[in-house]
């Protein structure tokens, strides 16, 4: 299944009426098309949404303890590397709509959370970002997916993040995971 430019570009206005706000990723796009044929024939999906916050699969930025040197700023590395674009492209596109300081302001109100949560926790560097994932990212993941599925009648089900397999993974030496 493909869409055309114009395709694409109608789906996507149409998500956006129905959630009120912005897209907040490009292929929210496409999860929204699939729910849609999905719930021609199914009601209930299942997910592998929360897999990699739980097993460490985004490899770039979950090896990120191993590339820090400790001399630059670990929040600041860390957005870097999560962003898709970076703080001067995203400047440039919504300063003019919020102005520049408000948007170093939001970044830096994210960097200080990140720094926050990372100073606050015990365990070895890659056990605090795991549980950062899971804490700031996994939350906007399963809001797309609730937003997308139900927009369309489809339950999705997240069998990774069950109770007992994020605790048993969380337990486990970063050896076992990635």
Request: net charge negative; charged share 20%; glycine share 8%.
């Amino acid at each position: 299944y493909s869409l055309s430019p114009e395709e694409y570009r109608g789906e996507h206005a149409a998500l956006v009426r129905h959630l009120g706000s912005p897209v907040s990723v490009p292929n929210q796009v496409a999860l929204g098309v699939l729910s849609r044929e999905l719930g021609r024939d199914h009601r209930c999906v299942l997910s592998g949404e929360g897999a990699d916050e739980v097993f460490g699969g985004y490899g770039r930025i979950f090896l990120l303890p191993i590339d820090w040197d400790g001399s630059s700023d670990y929040a600041t590395l860390f957005i870097d590397l999560y962003s898709y674009l970076s703080h001067a492209d995203a400047s440039a596109v919504l300063a003019p709509l919020f102005g520049a300081s408000a948007i170093d302001a939001a970044r830096s109100a994210v960097e200080a959370r990140i720094r926050s949560l990372v100073d606050h926790w015990s365990g070895d560097l890659f056990q605090r970002q795991f549980l950062l994932f899971q804490k700031l990212h996994l939350p906007g993941l399963l809001a797309r997916l609730d937003a997308a599925t139900m927009a369309h009648s489809v339950e999705g089900r997240v069998p990774f993040l069950d109770h007992r397999v994020v605790e048993f993974m969380n337990s486990l030496p970063i050896g076992f995971k990635m």
